[in-house]
């Protein structure tokens, strides 16, 4: 028989679960996938963002199927197990432990360049030990504290929207124009403003500590994913109205880019501000879904057994949020911004499609949503991740390969 694990404890309802999305989304895309995007679609980048939302979207409700079905730590690294089998189960904890670790990293990195680039690096350090001691001290005080950071990154955002639609350069002419990389921009605008949408994952890597889960989950993940949708559309136009396709594409920071194109660059402290805190916020719930699909590699043996443990009083993985956190401090010393976007990107898609391949298995009676979706998932999430740059594209096929190699080891031991 299986030893007996330590449970997490169930705190978290509906309010709290959409708040965690919400902060685990509102972050990278909003303010770092625009230019990018911009330079591979041009205006079509808003094309590229209602496929990613459909991308999205059919994740989701694979995601939140499966999590009722299976309410556990973990996310689709548990699903995949049970619904396709150990190594596939493997691969998908595999490839989200170590492409969320590098999202981790450029979050770090983005915290760092908006408060002071001179001192990026140590400020990234500084923000994921903060954000690991919060998590370590339990799941309550994490959505709290997310709860205030989405307060304030949608503050900054109402005043990035409200700079560029009444700026001196605003002009519906901006809206217009082609796509420069034709039909496949589009596509590849698509895989990179779908970073932005991972954070929904949270919620199911948090399926143990989710009151009532089999309601919850499945309610709270199209929720948070449909204001993201929103408020992303409600963005990228609002920037494109002020300083067009070509200026977005060129800018490093395109929405401080947008309000100092409107003449009201008093306001750029604000968007510092909105932008330094969001990547906080998505640090603080990476960190927490890291740490659960850790524990539960570890509680299966797939990872070093020591990282299943559960602290005695806070009833949090601590081990795993510690080992989590201090890889991501060696990781940013020597990271690049983009190739950790990038890299993440595949390995998140192969995680979604995995997830997707899950929900596909789901019987008649386990399903809330057509069988379908989950196709039409697996089919986009392959497509995007290889559209995406070519070093992403090696990067993350040469992690799949380590991680099968390492799963071949492991059961050879055994």
Known sequence: MPEPHEELARRLGTRDAVIIGLGAMIGAGVFAAPGPAAAAAGTWLLLGLAIASVVAYANATSSAQLAARYPQAGGTYVYARERLGEYWGFLAGWGFVVGKTASLSAMALTFGAYVHPPLARPLGIAAVVVMTAVNYRGVEKTARLTRAIVGVVLAALLVVVLASLLGDGASVGNLRGVSPGGPWGVLQSAGLLFFAFAGYARLATLGEEVRDPTTTIPRAIPIA??????????????????????????????????????????????????????????????????????????????????????????????????????????????????????????????????????????????????????????????LLAFTLPAVAVIGGLALLVLGSLLWLTVRRGR
């Not at 501000?273 to 524990?295: H, Q």
């Not at 081990?319 to 950790?340: F, H, K, N, P, S």
């Not at 993440?344 to 069988?371: H, I, K």
């Open 225 to 382: 994913l449909g204001l993201v949708v929103a408020i992303y559309a409600v963005v990228l136009v609002s920037v494109l109205y002020a300083i067009g396709p070509e200026q977005l594409a060129r800018e490093p920071a395109p929405l401080l880019a947008a309000v100092e194109a409107s003449g009201l660059s008093a306001l750029r402290p604000a968007v510092q501000v909105g932008a330094a805190v969001a990547a906080a916020g998505v640090l603080l719930s990476l960190l927490a879904g890291i740490s659960r699909t850790t524990l539960s590699m570890a509680r299966r043996r797939e990872l070093p057994p020591w990282l299943d443990a559960v602290h005695p009083s806070y009833r949090t993985p601590y081990r795993a949020e510690v080992t989590a956190g201090a890889l991501v401090c060696t990781i940013v010393l020597v990271a690049d911004l983009r190739d950790a976007i990038g890299f993440s990107s595949f390995a998140v898609l192969t995680y979604y499609a995995l997830a997707n391949a899950s929900a596909w298995t789901l019987t008649g009676d386990e399903r809330r949503w057509p069988r379908w979706l989950a196709g039409l998932g697996v089919a986009l999430c392959i």
